[in-house]
C-alpha cells in the first residue's frame, strides 16, 4: 500500500511538473522565434537544447507505461540538457563580452562540431554503465563537474576581460546575470546528485554503510531524478530565453 501511494504521489509530481515544462518550452520556443526574426539569427545550441527538453518531457509522459526505460531515457537526456545548458549560457556571456569569439563559437562549422562532441561525452558515460561502477562514475564525474566548471571558469574569465562597450542596443539582462542562472541552476539541481558520485569516487571501499546506500538506492536515486527533470526543463527554457534577451553591445 506505501509504495502504491508512493507511485501516485510520484505520478501527480510529474503531472503538474510537466505542465509547467510544457509552458516553459513554448515560451521558450516563441522567444527563439521571434530572436531569429529580428536579429536573422539562428543558435545551434538553444536549439539542440529545447529539443532534448522537449523529449525529456516525453520520456516524462511515458513513466506511466515504459517505467524503466523512460527513467534511463531521462537520465540520459539530463546529461545532455546539462552539457548544452553550459554551452548556451556560455554563447550568451561571450555575445555581450567579446562579439568577435562569440561570432566564431556559435558559428555552424564550430557548434555543430561541439555538439556532437556532447553527445560522444554522453554516451561513453552510457557504454561505461555496462562495466564497473568505479569507472561509470568516473566518467559521470568528468561530464557532470569537470566540463561544466571548465566551462563555468570560462565564463568569468569572458566577464572580467569584457572590453568596455560604445554603445548598447537597449536595457536588458546582463551577461553576470546568465552567468549566475547557469551557475545556481546548476549547483541546486545537479549538486545532490553529484555530490554522492563525487564522494564513492573518493573512497569507493567504504564506508560500507555508504556503499551499501549507493548501490542498494540506484532505482531510488534515479526516480528522484526524473522527478524533478521538469524543473530542469524550466531552469533550460529560462536561461534560453535569457540570452535571447540578451542586449547587443557596440564595441569601438
Known sequence: MEDYDGRIRF?????????????????????????????GKD????????FIDALELLAVCALPFLYELSIMACFVLRLL???????????????????????????V???VPLTFITFILVGFVV??????????CLSFFIVTAVVPVLIQVVMCILICTK???HQASGRGISEKTVLVESLVSYLILHGPC????????LNPFGPPIFVWFLVGHIAALSTMCSSISSLWVMADCLLCVMVCRLPRMQFP
Open 81 to 107: 540538457s546539462l552539457c548544452l545548458h553550459q554551452l548556451v549560457a556560455l554563447e550568451g556571456v561571450a555575445s555581450v563580452t567579446h562579439p568577435r569569439f562569440a561570432a566564431i563559437f556559435s558559428s
Open 11 to 39: 505520478y501527480m509530481f510529474n503531472l503538474f511538473g510537466l505542465i509547467g515544462g510544457v509552458a516553459a518550452l513554448v515560451w521558450a520556443a516563441r522567444t527563439l522565434h521571434l530572436y531569429r526574426r529580428f536579429r
Open 194 to 201: 553529484l555530490l554522492v558520485v563525487t564522494m564513492y569516487l
Open 163 to 165: 572590453a568596455k562597450p
Open 127 to 136: 557504454v561505461n554503465s555496462s562495466f564497473h561502477l568505479e569507472l561509470q
Open 43 to 50: 543558435s545551434v545550441f538553444i536549439i539542440t537544447l529545447l
Open 109 to 111: 562549422p564550430c557548434s
